[in-house]
């Protein structure tokens, strides 16, 4: 059997202060109930500048400069022993956010994003120099709004204002007078998600010099609705994020399973790849503005940075066997079934237990676990725990069970096979998917065999089934042999043995005057 | 806690996601007693 490769891997963020302020919906909920709150006038003296976002290890981590093993080794709290960190990562970058309201303007093709005239001026040689976009989708920037005029459409709520340290630099339209599904506010979180989409996949491409022409499909997996009031979440985000990088020959479709998005993108991928549909397939997300500064108000709390204030993306390239990269072991795919239950035991023997045993792997065969990847520095303040860890130690208890390993290992069970958390707190952005660009290289190196990724998915959230939901996939070195060939030639042969045993059959009976 | 303190009394479950989710804490309290008239499980991350 053949499995489909993983080919490339790009991962992105976007330092996002201005946007948590402004579309963060724990301080939008706040400014609706409690405008006058101390939590709101204090919040910005919270927020980190871009150099400190930079130097975060977490977020180095994150765009493969640092291997996530260095973080345990690392002087906590991450924030206020800041490395030397680049902007420039081995699978991305970190864009400023000043970029990324001039990105939000190129990629918009409604004419819906307004940009002074000062600000894109300053801009435009900025992006420029990053060598990521075309000298025509560069000309979006020439065509601009006086200011005035963004400052009367952001008071009469006829758009969102885009700030820079509290100064209007620009806007997003309403797309329609009335529809809902068409207003500033979706329309500006949809154009976030579609910008650092872009993003991801232009540094794809780039960095791993893909010919952006031999892209045949692209799954997109972020958790935003495209549409309007007859068709919310009809999409296709995938294809206007392709469209933007000039994979001309591609077509998509999004794929929608929150948390859990990305990890069910890879295997429609897969099986794509595998059936021989497509040759290369890029799943993909760009990131969310909703979840800026969700645990903020904890962490003015604990009197520490707001540090939700990344928009995340990723992109993975999922190509034919090429003898080289890992492959994607389509026959052993984790899945949590309608019927499996929701106690966290349940999930965990269902996702990860029960396709290794049906393949006859020990749960101690998988090198790394890749389950949520979020960052505990964001998540422990508050109150929601260390949620790579509790993964871990769940199935290491799985191990413990089976009788795997001893109960005194168990501890040593998520140091051996797992790491920290380093991903933002971006929803689909930290379900396994962080991990695939690491793992992809200590597999090509040689210092790994296989992993495990994880995604999962609140179902509960969208109050249609208060199912959870799961599914897991494995990332294993390639044997580096064709194996289609040869299994094709073994059935060719085993054909021809069954021809000649049945002419000799015939020859037999007709001598035998049967 | 004495399971009788459970009589009689009407319970709201809050699960979290990545803890213990709200249908797998009414699992456990429907053999306890008392009324289960709310459950759900947020999400944090």
Same mark, same amino acid.
């Given at each position: 059997?053949?499995?489909?490769?993983?080919?490339?891997?790009?991962?992105?963020?976007?330092?996002?202060?201005?946007? #948590?302020?402004?579309?963060?919906?724990?301080? =939008?909920?706040?400014?609706?109930?409690?405008?006058?709150?101390?939590?709101?006038?204090?919040?910005?003296?919270?927020?980190?500048?871009?150099?400190?976002?930079?130097?975060?290890?977490?977020?180095?981590?994150?765009?493969?400069?640092?291997?996530?093993?260095?973080?345990?080794?690392?002087?906590?709290?991450?924030?206020?022993?800041?490395?030397?960190?680049?902007?420039?990562?081995?699978?991305?970058?970190?864009?400023?956010?000043?970029?990324?309201?001039?990105?939000?303007?190129?990629?918009?093709?409604?004419?819906?994003?307004?940009?002074?005239?000062?600000?894109?001026?300053?801009?435009?040689?900025?992006?420029?120099?990053?060598?990521?976009?075309?000298?025509?989708?560069? /000309? $979006?920037?020439?065509?601009?709004?006086?200011?005035?005029?963004?400052?009367?459409?952001?008071?009469?709520?006829?758009?969102?204002?885009?700030?820079?340290?509290?100064?209007?630099?620009?806007?997003?339209?309403?797309?329609?007078? =009335?529809?809902?599904?068409?207003?500033?506010?979706?329309?500006?979180?949809?154009?976030?998600?579609?910008?650092?989409?872009?993003?991801?996949? /232009?540094?794809?491409?780039?960095?791993?010099?893909?010919?952006?022409?031999?892209?045949?499909?692209?799954?997109?997996?972020?958790?935003?609705?495209?549409?309007?009031?007859?068709?919310?979440?009809?999409?296709?985000?995938?294809?206007?994020?392709?469209?933007?990088?000039?994979?001309?020959? /591609?077509?998509?479709?999004?794929?929608?399973?929150?948390?859990?998005?990305?990890?069910?993108?890879?295997?429609?991928?897969?099986?794509?790849?595998?059936?021989?549909?497509?040759?290369?397939?890029?799943?993909?997300?760009?990131?969310?503005?909703?979840?800026?500064?969700?645990?903020?108000?904890?962490?003015?709390?604990?009197? +520490?940075?707001?540090?939700?204030?990344?928009?995340?993306?990723?992109?993975?390239?999922?190509?034919?066997?090429?003898?080289?990269?890992?492959?994607?072991?389509?026959?052993?795919?984790?899945?949590?079934?309608?019927?499996?239950?929701?106690?966290?035991? $349940?999930?965990?023997?269902?996702?990860?237990?029960?396709?290794?045993?049906?393949?006859?792997?020990?749960?101690?065969?998988?090198?790394?676990?890749?389950?949520?990847?979020?960052?505990?520095?964001?998540?422990?303040?508050?109150?929601?725990?260390?949620?790579?860890?509790?993964?871990?130690?769940?199935?290491?208890? +799985?191990?413990?069970?089976?009788?795997?390993?001893?109960?005194?290992?168990?501890?040593?069970?998520?140091?051996?096979?797992?790491?920290?958390?380093? $991903?933002?707190?971006?929803?689909?952005?930290?379900?396994?998917?962080? #991990?695939?660009?690491?793992?992809?290289?200590?597999?090509?190196?040689?210092?790994?065999?296989?992993?495990?990724?994880?995604?999962?998915?609140?179902?509960?959230?969208?109050?249609? =089934?208060?199912?959870?939901?799961?599914?897991?996939?494995?990332?294993?070195?390639?044997?580096?042999?064709?194996?289609?060939?040869?299994?094709?030639?073994?059935?060719?042969?085993?054909?021809?043995?069954?021809?000649?045993?049945?002419?000799?059959?015939?020859?037999?009976?007709?001598?035998?005057?049967? | +806690?004495?399971?009788?303190?459970?009589?009689?009394?009407?319970?709201?479950?809050?699960?979290?996601?990545?803890?213990?989710?709200?249908? $797998?804490?009414?699992?456990?309290?429907?053999?306890?007693?008392?009324?289960?008239?709310?459950?759900?499980?947020?999400?944090?991350?």
């Amino acid at each position: 059997m053949t499995y489909p490769v993983i080919k490339a891997a790009a991962y992105v963020l976007v330092h996002a202060p201005n946007i #948590l302020l402004e579309h963060g919906t724990t301080i =939008t909920t706040e400014r609706l109930l409690n405008p006058d709150s101390e939590y709101l006038k204090v919040l910005p003296k919270y927020l980190r500048s871009f150099d400190d976002a930079v130097n975060y290890a977490p977020n180095q981590v994150y765009i493969g400069n640092m291997k996530p093993e260095e973080l345990r080794g690392y002087p906590t709290p991450w924030y206020a022993n800041p490395v030397s960190g680049s902007r420039d990562g081995k699978y991305g970058e970190i864009m400023p956010e000043d970029e990324f309201y001039g990105l939000l303007r190129i990629v918009d093709r409604f004419e819906l994003v307004e940009l002074s005239p000062e600000f894109a001026s300053q801009i435009k040689p900025k992006i420029e120099a990053r060598n990521l976009f075309s000298a025509k989708q560069l /000309a $979006a920037l020439d065509k601009t709004l006086d200011l005035s005029e963004i400052e009367k459409m952001v008071a009469n709520n006829e758009a969102d204002g885009l700030y820079l340290d509290g100064k209007l630099v620009g806007c997003v339209r309403a797309a329609h007078e =009335t529809d809902e599904n068409l207003s500033a506010h979706v329309v500006f979180e949809n154009l976030v998600s579609k910008a650092s989409g872009a993003l991801v996949l /232009a540094n794809l491409i780039k960095k791993h010099g893909i010919n952006p022409l031999d892209i045949d499909y692209i799954i997109e997996t972020s958790e935003e609705a495209i549409g309007d009031m007859n068709q919310r979440g009809g999409g296709n985000l995938a294809k206007a994020i392709g469209e933007v990088c000039d994979c001309l020959n /591609a077509t998509g479709s999004d794929v929608r399973g929150f948390c859990a998005g990305p990890a069910h993108g890879i295997i429609h991928a897969c099986a794509m790849v595998k059936a021989g549909v497509f040759k290369n397939v890029v799943v993909l997300a760009g990131g969310s503005s909703a979840k800026l500064g969700m645990n903020s108000r904890d962490h003015v709390k604990k009197d +520490m940075p707001a540090l939700e204030d990344m928009v995340g993306g990723y992109a993975i390239l999922i190509s034919e066997n090429d003898g080289v990269s890992p492959v994607v072991r389509t026959d052993i795919v984790g899945k949590h079934k309608i019927a499996s239950g929701s106690s966290p035991q $349940a999930v965990i023997q269902a996702i990860v237990a029960d396709p290794l045993e049906e393949n006859g792997l020990k749960i101690t065969d998988i090198d790394v676990f890749a389950p949520e990847l979020q960052n505990p520095e964001l998540t422990v303040p508050a109150g929601a725990g260390d949620v790579p860890m509790a993964n871990y130690k769940m199935i290491g208890a +799985m191990a413990v069970k089976k009788g795997e390993i001893d109960k005194k290992d168990l501890m040593m069970f998520a140091e051996k096979h797992g790491v920290p958390g380093f $991903a933002p707190t971006q929803g689909h952005i930290p379900s396994g998917v962080p #991990l695939v660009g690491h793992v992809v290289d200590e597999i090509k190196e040689g210092k790994m065999q296989r992993a495990m990724i994880i995604g999962k998915g609140s179902l509960f959230l969208g109050r249609m =089934t208060d199912l959870f939901d799961g599914i897991s996939f494995i990332i294993e070195k390639n044997s580096g042999k064709t194996e289609e060939i040869k299994e094709d030639s073994e059935a060719l042969k085993q054909e021809i043995r069954e021809l000649i045993a049945g002419a000799i059959k015939e020859v037999a009976d007709s001598l035998a005057g049967r | +806690m004495d399971k009788s303190f459970f009589e009689n009394k009407k319970i709201c479950i809050l699960g979290d996601r990545d803890g213990i989710p709200g249908p $797998a804490i009414a699992a456990c309290m429907e053999t306890i007693g008392g009324e289960i008239i709310f459950t759900s499980t947020e999400c944090f991350v």
